[in-house]
């Protein structure tokens, strides 16, 4: 129970030096805000070996190269997407119309970050708030908790080595439900930015405080007959082994049709991947799915090598993903869920038409509004997709974790990916600083009153004004005792 109160405290407290530092921060022009952010940028990229090292050894997920590789994006990438993006002040004039609109800061920034992706998630959360004038908190996942306040330090003393206020980027050291719950209730807390699982975001979307927030995405990757399968297969492999599968763009089925089943399989198999056998994917399940039947954290980020080891089977020490061939989609087909590991369902459809409603099936178990793939060069086909799929990216012949996040495609660079109003987010975009301003609009009269309506209303208020007339015509007939009744 002390631990929660301190950690309440603690919560407190870096709310209040958030407030005063956004006071402070609002005054500052684009500017020097851009001074500040690319200071932070550039600290957080020489930083990211360290900080990739210390994301995986705290919480054992991943792969140490690739979290390197998110570190850099979140940083450089990241910062030259925000680079030339004004978000303060004057931002658009319009001449003709008479409107000016000028960005303002939401204020204290209430920031909640994944075990999964922690290092590069706090790089990217924090250049997204300071650059549009707001000052963040973090709220570290308990696992994660150390490299994510070594990371918020890194930037903060960067900020401020380029007369950023004292304060603007702060987070929980000791986190705890209750510090959690206290951030983002908190009445000096303007937004909540949540990035995680489906629990966590439910909760911030239910604090009564606005909020951007993404859970998980249930991705499936259609190879339609037309794809150049090799280089399809090639992409699904290197997105579903990159950092050994966190992040939650990445592929979690494969779906195919009966005429190109074999080879699209056989390609599998060539690079790396090893379909189970009706023994080894019972065993396969057993340390997939904890006893209450969600994913068990155990294999979450680890090598297909390590989870058969688990699970207490034998395969090449080549193998990249373990694969299984799959009927259904639910609970009773454990592989059709996110599972955050190089692990694959894979499902054969007779055409198109059937794949397109099975992706739909994959989708509506805990994918929606998130992400589809399709490898094809049937632009026909292509279309029917983008017009039934309930996701907010449809990513057409690119790996999906890097495409989703703006890293193979022209898509906002981000790690808070929405999911619009179909998978229970506020938005459908990339998140990107935009998202954290309010737009004030200045507007000038244009027109008077009487000039709202044209010819037709002016013969009205012509008709009310004869009617006028004529009542006061009668009244004064009425009163000479000509008219009686």
């Not at 994301?55 to 991943?62: F, R």
Request: with cysteine; aromatic share 4%.
């Amino acid at each position: 129970m002390d631990r929660d109160l301190i950690s309440i405290q603690e919560a407190r407290d870096l709310i209040k030096r958030a407030k005063e530092a956004q006071l402070k921060l609002s005054r500052l022009s684009q500017k020097e805000l851009d001074e500040i952010v690319k200071s932070m940028a550039e600290e957080a990229y020489k930083n990211s070996e360290r900080l990739a090292e210390m994301a995986v050894l705290e919480t054992g997920y991943g792969r140490y190269e690739d979290k390197i590789i998110k570190n850099k994006f979140a940083s450089k990438i990241v910062y030259e997407s925000i680079e030339n993006v004004k978000t303060i002040g004057i931002l658009r004039r319009d001449d003709e119309k008479k409107i000016i609109e000028i960005g303002v800061p939401v204020g204290v920034i209430a920031a909640l970050i994944p075990s999964t992706n922690p290092t590069s998630t706090t790089i990217y959360k924090a250049l997204i708030a300071i650059k549009s004038g707001n000052s963040i908190v973090f709220s570290p996942h308990p696992s994660a908790a150390k490299c994510i306040f070594e990371t918020a330090k890194i930037l903060e003393e960067a900020a401020k080595r380029v007369g950023a206020p004292d304060g603007i980027i702060g987070c929980i050291e000791n986190p705890t439900m209750e510090a959690t719950n206290e951030l983002m209730k908190h009445k000096d807390v303007a937004l909540i930015l949540a990035t995680g699982g489906s629990a966590m975001v439910r909760a911030a979307y239910s604090s009564g405080k606005p909020a951007l927030g993404v859970g998980p995405g249930n991705v499936p990757a259609f190879i339609e007959r037309t794809a150049d399968i090799p280089l399809a297969v090639r992409r699904i492999i290197e997105s579903k082994t990159f950092d050994n599968g966190t992040i939650c763009a990445s592929e979690q089925a494969i779906v195919t049709e009966e005429c190109i089943k074999e080879k699209v399989k056989n390609e599998l198999i060539m690079q790396g991947g090893y379909f189970l056998n009706e023994e080894e994917a019972r065993k396969v399940e057993r340390v997939l799915v904890n006893p209450c039947g969600g994913l068990n954290p155990k294999i979450v980020g680890q090598p297909a090598t390590k989870i058969a080891q688990m699970a207490d089977i034998k395969i090449p020490d080549n193998v990249k993903v373990l694969i299984k061939e799959e009927e259904g989609v639910g609970k009773e087909f454990p592989f059709s869920m996110e599972k955050l590991s190089p692990m694959l369902a894979f499902y054969t459809e007779k055409n198109w038409e059937k794949a397109c409603e099975r992706c739909i099936e994959i989708l509506n178990y805990g994918g929606l509004g998130h992400t589809l793939v399709i490898h094809s060069n049937n632009e026909e086909v292509i279309m029917e997709f983008a017009m039934k799929k309930p996701v907010s990216r449809l990513l057409i012949n690119t790996p999906a974790s890097q495409g989703a996040i703006g890293a193979t495609t022209n898509l906002q660079p981000a790690l808070t990916l929405g999911c619009g109003s179909i998978g229970g987010s506020s938005t459908s975009d990339n998140v990107g600083p935009l998202h954290l301003i309010n737009i004030r609009r200045i507007a000038y009269g244009v027109k008077e009153s009487k000039e709202l309506f044209n010819e037709e209303c002016e013969n009205v208020l012509d008709l009310d004004y004869l009617k006028k007339l004529i009542i006061n015509e009668l009244n004064k007939i009425q009163k000479g005792g000509i008219l009686n009744g």
